[in-house]
T-cell receptor
Framework: NAGVTQTPKFQVLKTGQSMTLQCAQD?????MYWYRQDPGMGLRLIYY???????DKGEVPNGYNVSRLNKREFSLRLESAAPSQTSVYFC????????FGPGTRLTVL | AQSVAQPEDQVNVAEGNPLTVKCTYS??????LFWYVQYPNRGLQFLLK??????LVKGSYGFEAEFNKSQTSFHLKKPSALVSDSALYFC????????????????FGKGTKLSVIP
């Protein structure tokens, strides 16, 4: 039982490049979330998916897109990365509590 | 709109002393309150939650929190701090259970760094 897994763990991009962050959960949860964590800002919700086939914007969705591929997987895409998107990204899935993945540390140069 | 505030960026406490990490909230209706802990280079881990019932909630690793409706607070406490408790602590609030999604959607505070000094 792996819980929530994320790939990659680290990534360095140049401004304008694109990439997809992958997330998968094996707890049969309906809800999945993408957050970003910045120093002094706590966690801010980017997008969430309440169930397979649905996605909704969170607090800071600009510059991101998401896909809920199936019940297990929820990916986050940066189409044209900007330095302001340098952050640590966490995926979570939720039943009674939210369970978090280990994070992806992204640097955009 | 719901919000949660953690008024202290950092809390320092000596090992063996009691610790308190403060959290206040603003939400219409009845709040659902959570505490999470984050160790360095790790994801967040659930500690405890208040949904209803007894105002004193006990959680993992000897932590507890007290819901105080009149003061709109949900402070995290532990009677005797350990060096291994040093971490980043997040308070979170939810406006309620989303039955369609089967989950709580959370708004997080900015976090409080706890340092336990040997």
């Amino acid at each position: 039982n792996a819980g929530v897994t994320q790939t990659p763990k680290f990534q360095v991009l140049k401004t304008g490049q694109s990439m997809t962050l992958q997330c998968a959960q094996d707890m049969n949860h309906n809800s999945m979330y993408w957050y970003r964590q910045d120093p002094g800002m706590g966690l801010r919700l980017i997008y969430y998916s309440a169930s397979e086939g649905t996605t909704d914007k969170g607090e800071v969705p600009n510059g991101y897109n998401v896909s809920r591929l199936n019940k297990r997987e929820f990916s986050l895409r940066l189409e044209s990365a900007a330095p302001s998107q340098t952050s640590v990204y966490f995926c979570a899935s939720s039943g009674n509590e939210q369970f978090f993945g280990p994070g992806t540390r992204l640097t955009v140069l | 709109a719901q919000s949660v505030a953690q008024p202290e960026d950092q809390v320092n406490v000596a090992e063996g002393n009691p610790l308190t990490v403060k959290c206040t909230y603003s939400v219409s209706g009845n709040p659902y309150l959570f505490w999470y802990v984050q160790y360095p280079n790790r994801g967040l881990q659930f500690l405890l939650k208040y949904i209803t019932g007894d105002n004193l909630v006990k959680g993992s690793y000897g932590f507890e929190a007290e819901f105080n409706k009149s003061q709109t607070s949900f402070h995290l406490k532990k009677p005797s701090a350990l060096v291994s408790d040093s971490a980043l602590y997040f308070c979170a609030v939810s406006w309620g259970w989303n039955s369609g999604a089967g989950s709580y959607q959370l708004t997080f505070g900015k976090g409080t760094k706890l340092s336990v000094i040997p």
